[in-house]
């Protein structure tokens, strides 16, 4: 019903955007996808519609690395209506690999024809930064390339994925997502990630024996980390009394006592969790403290040792060589990404040393670091005089 509902979201989106304008001198407004899907247009709440909505000024961005970018940008213009074209202000050309000066002699043509000049050209960079979405590159790699191998189930309606990030960064550790029982093999670790409907993929892992290999895994002494759907799907049922994913039961994987309940209201938190009761594998998390956040409209009641505490109150669930938390971000911490790699190479009889520690940054540090180098380099690409002349004057 997304579609029946977008004009009734706009007067909350306008609230949202005067609210950020009393507060802020800038607000940069992300278009996703093209804003001329002309068969979209007359509903578009989120592209030229909303800048119509609140007069901004617009760059049009064309990625030149597939390459066609000047046929993109000029016939994105041509399908602009009227009223949306007198909102563009300028062309930007992205992801530019090369000599610049090979690309120049057409620029002057486009502007011509556009009507507007080529603010810059912002080179393609190789960036270590969140990805988007499902279509994230990452997330195609079968292959692990470290002597550590971590096998990240890649459930149809995966979620947050980027929670491993950081332990694909620690030097010696693969992480390679699978959807297949052939391509789980036999890792050091399986980890059961976030999910958007966690009883679909309750089902699914059922149906592509994925979920039988992944309890056979258990069994032998793999260990298996569950992150909040993940959580949940190690546990024995799960229950949809509201139609929060579309009611009904599941059963989970059994690999601890537990069972989920989705509530109505979903819980949102920045939390900080003091692991204390790890086992197994996990135990040299014992002590740690892991901060990120919840996002989770399912509780789950467990009967064996938990995690440990956030705020005070027992949270996940820890038995055998078996975690799990509702807790996203949980390797942000650089330690604790890099003491279970060790924990994973004593696992194998292998020294400490085939894993390293050296560039370990806690993830918002080095998050920070490539924004930075994004910024840098768009800044020095682009004509930031005529950026923010176009930002005072608006339309």
């Known amino acids: 019903d997304y579609f029946a509902r977008k004009k009734a979201l706009m007067p909350q989106i306008l609230e949202a955007f005067d609210s950020l304008a009393e507060e802020n001198d800038v607000i940069v407004i992300e278009g996703a996808g093209s804003p001329v899907e002309i068969n979209l247009a007359e509903n578009d709440i989120v592209n030229m519609g909303l800048a119509r909505a609140v007069s901004s000024p617009v760059l049009l961005a064309g990625d030149i690395n597939p390459g066609g970018v000047f046929a993109q940008l000029y016939g994105t213009v041509a399908l602009l209506a009227p009223e949306d074209r007198a909102l563009l202000r300028g062309l930007v050309v992205n992801k530019f690999r090369g000599d610049v000066e090979i690309l ?48 990240v189930v890649r ?119 003091r692991i204390t009761g790890a086992q197994g594998a996990f135990s040299v998390w014992n002590g740690m403290t892991a901060r990120g956040y919840e996002i989770h409209d399912g509780e789950t ?58 560039g370990a940054v806690s993830a918002a540090n080095h998050r920070a670091r490539e924004f930075d180098r994004l910024a840098d380099s768009v800044r020095g690409a682009l004509d930031m005089e005529y950026v923010y002349r176009i930002i005072e004057e608006g339309v």
């Open 301 to 358: 009641t467990v009967s064996c040792a938990p995690a440990g505490t956030i705020g005070g109150k027992p949270e996940g669930a820890a038995c055998g060589n078996v975690f799990g938390t509702y807790l996203h971000g949980l390797f942000d911490e650089p330690g604790v990404a890099l003491a279970l790699a060790r924990s994973l190479a004593r696992m194998r009889g292998l020294p400490e040393s085939v894993v390293g520690a050296e």
């Open 104 to 151: 120049r002699p057409g620029l002057a043509p486009l502007e011509k024809m556009c009507g507007v000049p080529v603010v810059g050209v912002v080179p393609y960079l190789t960036l270590d930064l969140d990805d988007e979405d499902s279509l994230a590159p990452r997330l195609s790699a079968r292959e692990a390339r470290g002597v550590i191998d971590v096998a």
């Open 155 to 273: 459930l149809p309606h995966l979620s947050n994925f980027t929670d491993f990030d950081p332990l694909s960064r620690v030097p010696g550790v693969g992480v390679r997502y699978v959807s297949s029982t052939t391509d789980l093999g036999r890792p050091d670790l399986v980890v059961l990630p976030g999910s958007k409907t966690t009883l679909d993929d309750a089902r699914w892992l059922a149906a592509s024996g994925i979920g039988a290999c992944v309890r056979a895994l258990s069994g032998a002494g793999t260990p298996v980390l569950g992150i909040c759907g993940g959580f949940q799907l190690l546990g024995d049922e799960l229950s949809d009394p509201h139609g929060r994913e579309g009611a009904g039961t599941a059963r989970g994987l059994g690999l601890i006592p537990a069972s989920t309940v989705f509530k109505e209201e979903k819980r949102l938190a920045q939390s900080e969790l």
